[in-house]
């Protein structure tokens, strides 16, 4: 055999060796990534009959706000939960026997002339809640807002 | 009295070949037990291989039976008389390779800038019949265990990639071992045939 033929001959089987390894690599990752994606679909599923997945506005009055959608919490939770929850406990407040009077949230002061106000939506339109945000038990899939205003006339 | 010499000189062959056979297969046994703790990583195929290699097919593949015979049946991981079965005639696919391989060019004692193409050809050739040899025994144990050839082939290689390890340590014991026992088993068998003169 030639010296050049002999370089090409073993580059082949090189090649060949590679090829071979690699696929069976490939195989192997995609059987896992395949077996791990079921397993997230089954722990969903389980999630989803033991938690609610929940919508929650944060609007600033000026404008500018932010959505955390897909909100995931208990059973059982309460709307200033939730809230606390997602914000990354940055909501404070005050309690009286009525119920909490939320005061800041994200750093954002409502101590007057604006208020934190709670609506809830269905998806057109914002009710008012007239019920104290530790008492406002989430539902599945519900959209609820603070707004930040001193017009309570006004919807997020 | 020339057939008397004849008939000794043949006897002393076979005594000399089960020799071989028997220390081959205690090398097998011993370092398949001794690597117990690397899942499917064994020195076993490339003995069996080299073995096959120089002194043929027949040899080779006795290697290959004793050792599983008592590899597999006394075996921590538990016995299976028809995995058992496979495994030894699965086994008997490296003593053919080398057999086959010891007959073509690469056969022989490579040339100064040889080495490496030759310990590139029989790592090629180690990938490839621990391929077959794991298609074979996974396909067997697929039916027998799910009584499907398939689901035996997914496990090959899932949920750990035992496959993989297989042919990835093959190919690098084919290709570095294998070369140096090559050496040390023609030395034998020089010195075998010179002691018959």
């Excluded at chain 1, 939770?77 to 005061?103: D, E, I, M, P």
Aim: with cysteine; net charge positive; glycine share 10%.
């Amino acid at each position: 055999m030639s010296k050049g033929r002999d370089v090409w001959f073993t580059l082949a089987l090189v090649m060949t060796c590679t090829t071979v390894i690699t696929s069976a690599t490939a195989l192997y990752y995609y059987m896992s990534y395949s077996a791990s994606e079921k397993r997230y679909a089954v722990t969903l599923a389980d999630l989803d009959s033991l938690t609610f997945t929940a919508k929650i506005l944060v609007k600033y009055g000026n404008g500018s706000g932010v959505w955390y959608n897909q909100t995931r919490i208990p059973i059982g939770w309460s709307l200033l939960q939730a809230t606390n929850k997602t914000t990354g406990g940055k909501v404070f407040g005050q309690r009286y026997s009525l119920g909490t009077f939320v005061t800041e949230i994200n750093g954002v002061s409502g101590n007057g002339p604006k208020y934190w106000i709670t609506y809830s939506s269905n998806g057109t339109r914002w009710v008012l809640l007239e019920t104290a945000p530790e008492q406002y038990i989430l539902r599945q899939g519900e959209i609820v807002g603070w707004y930040l205003t001193d017009d309570w006339n006004k919807t997020p | 009295m020339e057939e008397a010499i004849a008939h000794n000189l043949q006897h002393a062959r076979r005594t000399k070949s089960v020799a071989l056979i028997i220390c081959l297969s205690a090398l097998c046994i011993g370092t398949n037990y001794a690597m117990m703790p690397l899942s499917n990583i064994k020195l076993m195929d490339t003995i069996v291989f080299t073995t096959g290699m120089v002194f043929g097919f027949v040899p080779g593949a006795a290697v290959a039976a004793l050792s599983w015979l008592l590899y597999g049946t006394l075996n921590p991981l538990g016995f299976s008389a028809p995995v058992l079965g496979i495994v030894i005639l699965s086994e008997m696919i490296y003593s053919y390779g080398g057999y086959i391989i010891g007959r073509t060019q690469h056969g022989g004692e490579p040339d100064v800038n040889g080495g490496m193409r030759r310990s590139v050809v029989l790592g090629t050739v180690g990938l490839f019949c621990t391929l077959v040899y794991d298609l074979l025994t996974n396909a067997v144990s697929g039916l027998l265990s799910y009584n499907s050839v398939w689901l035996g082939w997914m496990t090959m290689n899932f949920p750990i990639p035992l496959g993989i390890i297989h042919e990835v340590s093959n190919l690098f014991f084919f290709a570095t071992l294998a070369p140096i026992l090559l050496k040390v088993l023609r030395k034998l068998q020089q010195k075998a045939k010179q002691s018959e003169h």
